[in-house]
């Protein structure tokens, strides 16, 4: 995976940290885009530079299409080629189904699921043009096993499925894979800070006994982008301890 070029959004802290962090360590040169958090964007390239890795730092809100195609061109001006996208930026926050502002379902549709669709648009030509190309969408089990006070982000985690499936169809022939990778209950901020959900809960349900680390979801991405993975495309992979299996 050396010498490659990766864009992983929400690749600066979470589970996009522990993504970049996996790719730069096999010699993979990880633009990693981030919205707001400068301070622990600035640290995880200090860590990766630290140990030897390439990482550049990129600022865009993929809820805007517009700053999806500009973070694509920014990393293709930068490095001249792209091989493997990871969609891994997504946001959620939790609502009663009564208590959904249309602003909420819109902002977790533009985020979770939109941003993805155009990334990955911009994405492909230049992926179409050199034969290879990795696309890895990160979804959640929501999308699976549904939560009350999730609907816009379920919805939009279950698009997520859709349009994997869709684009792989649409570039199976060209060397491109695209493959959805679907974490459980992780360790990171975003599960810290669940209005409704507690964490200790879900943790009950979960077959392995425990929470996830974000290193662990980073493993089944870096898993996907491998070149040697390249009859994989379509899938859908848990990385969830069992807790989809229900039970
Ligand atoms: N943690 C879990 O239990 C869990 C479970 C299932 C699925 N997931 C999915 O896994 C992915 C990563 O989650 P996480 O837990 O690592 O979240 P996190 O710790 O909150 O990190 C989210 C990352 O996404 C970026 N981001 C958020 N909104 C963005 C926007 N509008 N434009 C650009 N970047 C944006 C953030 O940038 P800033 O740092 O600048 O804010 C940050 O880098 C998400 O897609 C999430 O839905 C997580």
Redesign the pocket.
């Known amino acids: 995976m050396a010498d490659r070029v990766a864009l992983v ?9 522990a993504i970049t962090e996996r790719l730069a360590a096999a010699g993979t040169v990880v633009a990693a ?6 301070t ?2 600035d640290q995880l390239r200090d860590r990766c530079q630290r140990s030897g890795g390439q990482v550049s730092l990129h600022q ?4 805007d299409p517009d700053a999806c195609g500009g973070l694509v061109s920014e990393v293709l001006a930068r490095y001249g080629r792209l091989d493997y996208l990871v969609n ?5 926050s939790e609502q009663r189904y009564g208590d959904v502002a249309t602003a909420d379902w819109q902002r977790h549709i533009a ?2 699921l939109s ?1 993805a669709f155009f990334l990955t648009q911009a994405a492909l030509p230049p992926m179409v043009d050199q034969g290879f190309g990795r696309v890895v969408n ?5 999308a699976l096993m549904g939560s009350p006070v999730q609907i816009p ?1 379920g919805a939009a ?1 279950a698009g997520l499925i859709g349009l994997t499936r869709s684009v792989a169809r649409a570039v199976a022939r060209k060397g491109i894979t695209v493959n959805c990778v ?10 810290q800070a669940l209005r409704y959900t507690d964490p200790a809960r879900v943790t009950e349900l979960i077959p392995a006994g425990r ?2 680390r ?1 290193e662990e ?1 980073a493993y089944a991405v870096a898993f996907l982008c491998d070149p040697q993975s390249s009859y994989i495309t379509g899938a859908v992979l848990t990385v969830d301890g069992g807790l989809s299996m229900g039970g």
């Open positions: 959004t929400g690749g600066t802290r979470g589970i996009g940290g885009a981030f919205t707001r958090d400068a622990a964007a865009a809100d993929v809820a891994n930026a997504g946001a959620v985020v979770n941003a990160v979804g959640s089990v929501t982000y985690k679907i974490p459980g209950s992780i360790d990171t901020e975003l599960s929470g996830g974000p979801v």
